[in-house]
């Protein structure tokens, strides 16, 4: 079983930065994958980043440039360094890991771009 816990959300301003961990914990399967999603009010879940465990990111359109996902295996952490974000990347962010064994959601970090 993996336990993931988001943290490092808050409120920042457009054009500021903020950057969200996702810390797992337990025993994972390679292969394996880490997913950022996020969730705004009223609207369906949409992938944000994706990671492999050979270290390959992919990002949204919407976040491509401004966004980076990263890891530190030693931490079993990974992280989502928003930069430039606009109000629109306000919502609900989770991570997701789904390994051999299965698929597994942390409880999401609500993150609000505001002035």
């Known amino acids: 079983q993996v336990q993931l816990v988001e943290s490092g959300g808050g409120l920042v301003q457009p054009g500021g930065s903020l950057r969200l961990s996702c810390a797992a914990s337990?025993?994972?399967?390679?292969?394996?994958?880490v997913v950022w999603y996020r969730q705004a009010l009223g609207k369906q879940r949409e992938l944000v980043a994706t990671?492999?465990?050979?270290?390959?990111?992919n990002y949204a359109d919407s976040v491509k440039g401004r966004f980076t996902i990263s890891r530190d295996t030693a931490k079993m952490t990974v992280y989502l360094q928003m930069n430039s974000p606009k109000p629109e990347d306000t919502a609900v962010y989770f991570c997701?890991?789904?390994?051999?064994?299965?698929?597994?959601w942390g409880q999401g970090t609500q993150v609000t771009v505001s002035s």
């Open positions: 997701n890991l789904g390994d051999s064994k299965g698929a597994y």
């Open positions: 337990g025993s994972i399967f390679s292969p394996y994958v």
């Open positions: 990671i492999t465990i050979s270290g390959a990111p």
